[in-house]
C-alpha cells in the first residue's frame, strides 16, 4: 500500500479501527481533538460505535461496559480529561479489562496549556489512579510508530487483560508524517482480538457467568486478587519492555529521552557527534516497564547519563533508579508547552561530558 | 540534506496547505518528510505557520526552530520571523502585502509580488500557489511534478478544475524569480 501522510491523531485514530477496535467514547479537548473527530467520520462507516460522552467520567465507564461485553474499545484525552478519568481507570485495572487510553500531553497542572508537555509521566507510570497498580505505558516518538504502538496497545490490553496507556504530547498528535497503514481495513469483527470468555456476552448456562467486578468485600480475598494482579504486573515487567539503544557502545554520555523529545535529542547527538563528542541514547518505547536493565548495564561503560524531558524532572527518577548511584544522572527538562530546543540540547551534552 | 523551511502568513492565506503539498511531493520522491502545524486557538485573519523539514535521512527534531528557508506571506510574520533565519539561509516574502524591506544582510532575500500575480492570473486565491512555485524553482526540493501530483491528490476529484489555474499559478511563481 502506498504510503499516507497523516496527522499523528489521525493516523492513531485510523490504526485503532484497522486493530478491530469498534467502540470509541470521548470528550473534546486540545491538543487530541481530531482523535475523536476522525472516530465520528469513520466508526458508522464501518458498523462501529462513536459516542461523545458528557464528561470524561462518562467516557471511560462507557469503556468499562464495552470492554466488559468484550469489545476492542478506546478514548482518548489530554492532561486534564486524563486526570478526570482515573477513578475508572483504577476501576478497569481492578476489574482487569482490556481497553486502550491515548493520552495527548498537554502543559500542565491544572488547565495549564494547550501546547506539547511530558508532565503526566508520573500519572501514567504509577498507575494514576487509587490502589495498587500499573498499566503498560507506550510511547511513541514518529507517526508511523504511532501507528504501530496503537496496534501493540490493543493486543497487549487484550493478552493481559488490562488497560493499556499510549503515551504522546501535542507534537505527535498534531505533525504529519508518512504512513504505512496496517491492511485489513473496514473489517466488520474484531479481526485479530482474541477470544474472551470472561467477557459478560449473556448467560445462557453452557458456562460459568462472566462476572465484572473490583469489588472484594473480604480482605483477604482482596489481597488474594492483589496477589494475583502483582504476578501478572511482575509477567508484563518481564516480558514487555521495549526501547531502542542509539551509539551506545562507545558513548561516553547517554541521553534518555522519549517520544518527540527523543528526536529533539538525536538531532543534539547528531551534532555532538559531528564535533567529536561521544554520546548515544537510550530511547524507552514503554515507559512502564522501564528499561531499567539496559541502563543499568549502560552504566558500566558509559560515564554519565542525561535525561531530556518536557517536563520538570519525572522519568529522571527511574533513570535514577537504574542506575543506582555508579554513575550521574543529569536533568535537562522545559515546562508548560515550552520545547527544548536541539541547541539547548547540546549546551546540556557539552556541560555533562 | 535536510533542509528546514517555515511557512507563515494569515489563517486563510493557505500556508498549512502549502506546507502539506510540499511534504506529499517530498514523499513522492521518498524524501522523508515531517509536518508540524502551529495549533491553538486559531482563527481565519489569525496568525498562522507551518514547519516542513525535508530530509533523505530519518528526520530528528519535528521543530523549525532556526529555518534554512522562511516563505513569510504578511508583515506580522515578517516581523516575527525574519530574525529567526539560519545565518546563510533564505528568506522569500510576498511583497505585494509586505510593504517592508528585510532588514538581513546575511541571508538571501527574494520578493515575490504572490497576490500581484495571482490577481493578473485571473484568480487571488492562488497566491499561496504564486510563493510554492518560486521556492520550489530556488529550492530545487522536488519537481515540479510531484508538486501537480500532490495537488492533484489534495484537491481530489471534486475540485479537478482547478488544477489548470493553479498550474498556471506554480509555473507564474517558478518565472518570478528566474
Redesign the interface.
Known amino acids: 500500500m502506498a504510503?499516507l501522510?497523516m496527522k499523528g491523531n489521525e493516523a492513531i485514530a485510523e490504526s485503532a479501527i484497522r486493530s478491530g477496535c469498534r467502540f470509541f467514547f470521548g470528550y473534546p479537548i486540545?491538543?487530541q481533538n481530531q482523535i475523536p473527530e476522525y472516530m465520528s467520520k469513520r466508526m458508522p462507516q464501518i458498523g462501529g460505535t462513536f459516542l461523545q460522552a458528557e464528561s470524561e467520567v462518562s467516557a471511560i465507564n462507557m469503556v468499562y461496559g464495552a470492554s466488559g461485553s468484550g469489545a476492542r474499545v478506546m478514548t482518548s484525552s489530554s492532561g486534564p480529561g486524563i486526570s478526570l478519568k482515573q477513578e475508572g481507570i483504577s476501576y478497569l485495572a481492578g476489574a482487569q479489562l482490556p481497553c486502550v487510553i491515548v493520552n495527548i500531553m498537554r502543559g500542565g497542572p491544572g488547565l495549564g496549556s494547550?501546547?506539547p508537555s511530558q508532565g503526566d509521566y508520573f500519572q501514567s507510570t504509577r498507575g494514576g489512579g487509587h490502589g495498587d497498580y500499573r498499566v503498560p505505558v507506550l510511547a511513541p516518538s514518529s507517526v508511523s510508530e504511532a501507528v504501530s504502538l496503537t496496534q501493540r496497545a490493543f493486543d497487549l490490553a487484550d493478552q493481559y487483560r488490562t488497560p493499556v496507556i499510549l503515551l504522546g504530547d501535542?507534537?505527535i498528535g498534531?505533525?504529519?508524517?508518512?504512513v504505512d497503514l496496517p491492511d485489513q481495513p473496514d473489517q466488520p469483527a474484531a479481526p485479530s482480538a482474541p477470544s474472551k470468555p470472561w467477557a459478560a456476552t449473556g448467560w445462557d448456562g453452557s458456562r460459568p457467568r462472566s462476572i465484572i467486578n473490583s469489588l472484594y468485600i473480604d480482605p483477604s480475598a482482596l489481597e488474594r486478587h492483589n496477589t494475583m494482579l502483582q504476578d501478572k504486573f511482575a509477567e508484563i515487567a518481564k516480558n514487555e519492555v521495549a526501547y531502542s539503544s542509539e551509539h551506545t557502545d562507545d558513548a561516553d554520555l547517554i541521553i534518555i529521552a522519549y517520544g518527540?523529545v527523543a528526536?529533539?535529542a538525536?538531532?543534539?547527538i547528531?551534532a555532538a557527534r559531528a564535533s567529536g563528542i561521544k554520546v548515544g541514547m537510550i530511547r524507552p518505547i514503554t515507559l512502564w516497564p522501564f528499561p531499567s536493565e539496559p541502563i543499568a548495564r549502560a552504566a558500566r561503560t558509559a560515564k554519565a547519563f542525561l535525561t531530556v524531558e518536557m517536563s520538570a524532572g519525572q522519568m529522571v527518577d527511574d533513570a535514577r533508579l537504574a542506575v543506582g548511584g555508579l554513575k550521574p544522572v543529569y536533568f535537562y527538562g522545559r515546562t508548560g508547552g515550552m520545547?527544548p530546543?536541539?541547541?539547548d540540547v547540546l549546551a546540556r551534552i557539552k556541560e555533562a561530558v | 540534506m535536510e533542509k528546514r523551511v517555515l511557512i507563515a502568513g494569515f489563517g486563510g492565506q493557505g500556508v498549512l496547505l502549502m506546507g502539506q503539498l510540499l511534504s506529499k511531493a517530498g514523499m513522492r520522491e521518498n524524501l522523508e518528510v515531517c509536518w508540524m502545524p502551529s495549533y491553538g486557538p486559531e482563527m481565519r485573519g489569525g496568525e498562522a505557520n507551518c514547519g516542513v523539514v525535508i530530509a533523505d535521512e530519518p528526520i530528528g527534531s519535528p521543530l523549525v526552530t532556526e529555518p534554512d528557508v522562511a516563505i513569510l506571506m504578511n508583515r506580522p510574520s515578517l516581523d516575527k520571523f525574519e530574525p529567526i533565519i539560519a545565518p546563510g539561509g533564505t528568506l522569500l516574502y510576498n511583497s505585494s502585502l509586505i510593504d517592508a524591506e528585510p532588514a538581513r544582510t546575511d541571508i538571501m532575500v527574494y520578493d515575490v509580488p504572490c497576490n500581484d500575480i495571482a490577481v493578473k492570473l485571473g484568480n487571488a486565491r492562488v497566491a499561496n500557489m504564486v510563493m510554492l512555485g518560486a521556492f520550489n524553482a530556488l529550492a530545487g526540493l522536488v519537481s515540479m511534478e510531484s508538486l501537480l501530483d500532490a495537488l492533484r491528490e489534495t484537491l481530489g476529484k471534486g475540485k479537478e478544475r482547478l488544477i489548470p489555474i493553479n498550474q498556471q499559478a506554480l509555473a507564474a511563481g517558478a518565472e518570478s524569480v528566474a
Do not use: H
Open positions: 504510503k501522510l486540545t491538543p494547550i501546547q501535542g507534537m498534531q505533525m504529519m508524517e508518512p518527540t528526536r529533539i538525536r538531532s543534539a547528531r520545547v530546543a536541539v541547541r
